[in-house]
T-cell receptor, first 113, second 117 residues
Framework: DGGITQSPKYLFRKEGQNVTLSCEQN?????MYWYRQDPGQGLRLIYY???????QKGDIAEGYSVSREKKESFPLTVTSAQKNPTAFYLC????????????FGEGSWLTVV | AQTVTQSQPEMSVQEAETVTLSCTYD???????LFWYKQPPSRQMILVIR??????QNATENRFSVNFQKAAKSFSLKISDSQLGDAAMYFC??????????????FGKGTKLSVKP
């Protein structure tokens, strides 16, 4: 099936640890995105990538890092510098970075313990 | 900068009835795209409907339709014959036709829709 796969669905992080959220798409989309959603809130953009080997900071990039070494993969690392990482994270993709519909994965819950 | 406003934090509808969710936006662009996304309790964001600003005809997808008023910068979602499975958070979103940071989705804060049996 075509789509966007995020893993893990649930992740627990200890204070001071880095964790990586996986995002894979088989839609042949050029652009990929990471969003953060806090309870009762809308979505905020963390990072986006318009093409392989290129990515740009979104509105709340501090404490996060990404890579885009392959077209189909856009992993997000939540570093220990992110002071309040507990949230729901959504990965998304689109054909291009302009105008096309953005499709979302099922999301990953990250909790700091 | 573009903004999207959803003025109804919560709405309720009786099963089989019709409900309309409101969305207004602000932009200086003449061409753009508007979307409604549904987020059920599972939290996955699901595309409901899409509207291109250059199209005068309102988009429809089965029981879902929009009332797009470009001059008023209004983009409401009508759900007909409401079903229990329609209960979710609904987000209105704007997207510029340009690439880069301009092309990122701008979301409203959402409207929580409850469906009563």
């Amino acid at each position: 099936d075509g789509g966007i796969t995020q893993s893990p669905k649930y992740l627990f992080r200890k204070e001071g640890q880095n964790v990586t959220l996986s995002c894979e798409q088989n839609l042949n989309h050029d652009a990929m995105y990471w969003y953060r959603q806090d309870p009762g809130q809308g979505l905020r953009l963390i990072y986006y990538s318009q093409i392989v080997n290129d990515f740009q900071k979104g509105d709340i990039a501090e404490g996060y890092s990404v890579s885009r070494e392959k077209k189909e993969s856009f992993p997000l690392t939540v570093t220990s510098a992110q002071k309040n990482p507990t949230a729901f994270y959504l990965c998304a993709s689109s054909m291009t970075s302009a105008g096309n519909t953005i499709y979302f994965g099922e999301g990953s819950w990250l909790t700091v313990v | 900068a573009q903004t999207v406003t959803q003025s109804q934090p919560e709405m309720s509808v009786q099963e089989a009835e019709t409900v309309t969710l409101s969305c207004t936006y602000d932009t200086s662009e003449s061409d753009y795209y508007l979307f409604w996304y549904k987020q059920p309790p599972s939290r996955q964001m699901i595309l409901v409907i899409r509207q291109e600003a250059y199209k005068q005809q309102n988009a429809t997808e089965n029981r879902f339709s929009v009332n797009f008023q470009k001059a008023a910068k209004s983009f409401s979602l009508k759900i007909s014959d409401s079903q229990l499975g329609d209960a979710a958070m609904y987000f209105c979103a704007y997207r510029s036709p340009y690439g880069g940071s301009q092309g990122n989705l701008i979301f409203g804060k959402g409207t929580k829709l409850s469906v009563k049996p």
